[in-house]
T-cell receptor
Framework: GEDVEQSLFLSVREGDSSVINCTYT??????LYWYKQEPGAGLQLLTY?????DMKQDQRLTVLLNKKDKHLSLRIADTQTGDSAIYFC?????????????FGTGTRLQVTL | EADIYQTPRYLVIGTGKKITLECSQT?????MYWYQQDPGMELHLIHY???????EKGDLSSESTVSRIRTEHFPLTLESARPSHTSQYLC????????????FGPGTRLTVT
C-alpha cells in the first residue's frame, strides 16, 4: 500500500529558508503535490510536480524530486510569518480503476521573529 | 479562491443524534471527496464521488454515508453520532480531467459529547 511520511514539526526564523521533506513508497506515482493548511481552514494546493521532473520553481517555492530515493522536498525562500501552517505532501495512487491522493502526515511549520 | 462551502463550520452534538454535514461547490466539478482529519493532522479519504449517483468508499472505513443527487452537492450523514466520530471533516472537489488538483472547503469540526 501507499505510505507517505513527513517530519511533524519545523521551526525557522523569519527570513531564513525552510525545507520540508517527504518520502513516499509508490514508485508508480506520476504526480506529487504540496498543500498548505492554515489554522481553521481547508487545504490549499501550493504546487505540484510531474514525476519526470527533478525540480520546479514558483516564486519563493522550490520543489525537488529525487525519484530514485522517493524523496520530495519543498523549499520556501525568505520565510515569512504568514507561511506558518501545516504542509502536506501527497502522491497520486490508484483506488481500483480510479486514482486518488494519498496525503502525508503533515509538517507544522512555525516561523519565529 | 475556490468556491466550495461547508456548513456548519463547528458542531457540538450529543451521542445518538443524526447529523448531516453539508458540502457544496459552484465550480461545476464532477468529482467530490470527503476526508477525515485526525487531531494529529493525518488526512484519510472516507468517501468520493465521480458524478451524480456515483459514490464510493475511501481508504478509511467510516460509519457515515454520502449521497450525490446533484452535481454541486455532496452531503455526509451520520445516523447515530458517537464520541469516536469527533474529528475535522474536509470536503473537496476537482474537475473531471484534472482530478488531482483538488479544491478544499474550510472544513467542519465535529464534536460528539
Amino acid at each position: 500500500g501507499e505510505d507517505v511520511e513527513q517530519s511533524l514539526f519545523l521551526s525557522v526564523r523569519e527570513g531564513d529558508s525552510s525545507v520540508i521533506n517527504c518520502t513516499y513508497t509508490d514508485s508508480s506515482s506520476t504526480y506529487l503535490y504540496w498543500y498548505k493548511q492554515e489554522p481553521g481552514a481547508g487545504l490549499q494546493l501550493l504546487t505540484y510536480i510531474f514525476s519526470n521532473m527533478d525540480m520546479k520553481q514558483d516564486q519563493r517555492l522550490t520543489v525537488l524530486l529525487n525519484k530514485k530515493d522517493k524523496h520530495l522536498s519543498l523549499r520556501i525562500a525568505d520565510t515569512q510569518t504568514g507561511d506558518s501552517a501545516i504542509y502536506f505532501c501527497a502522491e497520486k495512487s490508484r483506488a481500483g480503476t480510479a486514482s486518488k491522493l494519498t496525503f502525508g502526515t503533515g509538517t507544522r511549520l512555525q516561523v519565529t521573529l | 479562491e475556490a468556491d466550495i462551502y461547508q456548513t456548519p463550520r463547528y458542531l457540538v452534538i450529543g451521542t445518538g443524534k443524526k447529523i448531516t454535514l453539508e458540502c457544496s461547490q459552484t465550480m461545476g466539478h464532477d468529482k467530490m471527496y470527503w476526508y477525515q482529519q485526525d487531531p494529529g493532522m493525518e488526512l484519510h479519504l472516507i468517501h468520493y464521488s465521480y458524478g451524480v449517483n456515483s459514490t464510493e468508499k475511501g481508504d478509511l472505513s467510516s460509519e457515515s454515508t454520502v449521497s450525490r443527487i446533484r452535481t454541486e452537492h455532496f452531503p455526509l450523514t451520520l445516523e447515530s453520532a458517537r464520541p469516536s466520530h469527533t474529528s475535522q471533516y474536509l470536503c473537496a472537489s476537482s474537475k473531471r480531467d484534472r482530478d488531482l488538483e483538488q479544491y478544499f472547503g474550510p472544513g467542519t469540526r465535529l464534536t460528539v459529547t
